[in-house]
């Protein structure tokens, strides 16, 4: 069964540098995301990406994140000058387009980011 | 800002029993909710959803239930097996296809 895979599993990194998380989505879908989990704290929608553009972000999501498909294949969240408060889950997450009357969003088994 | 909250940050049932999973949202133009399984350490897995136009979606032994008058609605596991034991995520759809999730229920299926 397809699936949704993310690497690193774990990634750590000094406060300050920058990061990039990858993914690689279900083969034939076209909506894209990015959530987090704080320790403790709620699944958060950082962004959504469709036909190569942010279509959403959250409040979160400000000037030192950013996303990028770079190829057909790859989805990426860049992280510019990491905080300590960016410590948490990553997961991304992707959709068909709809199909019947469902909007499932299957999701990877995430990032684990420790800022230092 | 809690658009989608669960009450129960737990819940412990027999193997073989009825569990009932609660949440409640506050946004009236959410119109599709859907229900995860979330495992330690492993990404949320999609177990069913349901479109505000109908009352009852069922998939094997799970069955949601929505009451949209009351923004309410509830995951019916039955029979409940030990390996349902997990953290069960109710979340909605936004207008952008974002995701807006509760704060999860941990669910212990007793043998």
């Known amino acids: 069964e397809p699936e949704v895979t993310q690497t690193p599993s774990h990634q750590v990194t000094q406060m300050g540098q920058e990061v990039i998380l990858r993914c690689v989505p279900i083969s034939n879908h076209l909506y894209f995301y990015w959530y987090r989990q704080i320790l403790g704290q709620k699944v958060e929608f950082l962004v959504s990406?469709?036909?190569?553009?942010?279509?959403?972000k959250s409040e979160i999501f400000d000037d030192q994140f950013s996303v990028e498909r770079p190829d057909g294949s790859n989805f990426t969240l860049k992280i510019r000058s990491t905080k300590l408060e960016d410590s948490a889950m990553y997961f991304c997450?992707?959709?068909?387009?709809?199909?019947?009357?469902?909007?499932?969003?299957?999701f990877g088994p995430g990032t684990r980011l420790t800022v230092t | 800002d809690q658009q989608v909250k669960q009450n129960s940050p737990s819940l412990s049932v027999q193997e073989g029993r009825i569990s009932i999973l609660n949440c409640d949202y506050t946004?009236?133009?959410?119109?599709?909710f859907l229900w995860y399984k979330k495992y330690p350490a492993e990404g949320p897995t999609f177990l069913i959803s349901i479109s505000s136009i109908k009352d009852k979606n069922e998939d094997g032994r799970f069955t949601v239930f929505l009451n949209k008058s009351a923004k309410h609605l509830s995951l019916h596991i039955v029979p409940s097996q030990p390996g349902d034991s997990a953290v069960y995520f109710c979340a909605a759809l936004g207008s952008a296809r974002q995701l807006t999730f509760g704060s999860g229920t941990q669910l212990t299926v007793l043998p």
């Open positions: 997450a992707s959709s068909a387009l709809r199909t019947g009357a469902s909007y499932e969003q299957y």
């Open positions: 946004n009236s133009m959410f119109d599709y």
């Open positions: 990406f469709y036909n190569n553009e942010i279509s959403e």
